[in-house]
């Protein structure tokens, strides 16, 4: 078990609760460390960040949705630790909009450290801005028994 503190020092507005909102609330990008997410596999996190990702989706009521994985991301945290994120792009398939979510699951507790934009058009966010989001992020990584 860790503890993560995540600060965005982009330029969006903090719309509160990890959640920020570009100019025309068309785009939410969310920056957060969760609790409890379970079908977390330890030897297989990207098979299991996939279906985690659209098992998310399915509640969320859009289950029309295609999933791209991306390249995977490794990040260092401010204490210099490097952690990998997996990167999926999210489309309707039917519609507008596109979405970026990242994680990084901690496979022995069930916890995950997400970034993740969503936008209502389809002039949105492109993976390029994304990453710049992300790179506009710092967290730091604390585990329990320090």
Do not use: R
Not at 92 to 117: N, Q, R
Not at 119 to 124: E, K, P, V
Request: charged content about 20%; glycine content about 10%.
């Amino acid at each position: 078990m860790s503890n993560v503190d995540i600060s965005y020092t982009g330029s969006w507005s903090d719309y509160g609760s990890g959640m920020y909102v570009n100019d025309d609330y068309t785009c939410y990008y969310l920056a957060s460390f969760e609790g409890g997410a379970t079908g977390i596999d330890p030897d297989n996190v990207e098979g299991s960040m996939e279906d985690s990702v659209a098992e998310a989706a399915g509640q969320s009521g859009s289950s029309d949705v295609t999933y791209t994985k991306l390249d995977n991301v490794t990040m260092a945290d401010s204490e210099g630790q490097d952690v990998e994120f997996v990167i999926y792009e999210m489309k309707p398939t039917s519609g507008e909009g596109i979405g970026y979510i990242a994680a990084h699951p901690f496979s022995d507790s069930g916890d995950i450290l997400v970034m993740a934009t969503v936008c209502d058009g389809s002039n949105g966010v492109d993976e390029d801005s994304f990453k710049d989001q992300m790179a506009d992020t710092s967290f730091t990584i604390t585990p329990e028994d320090n």
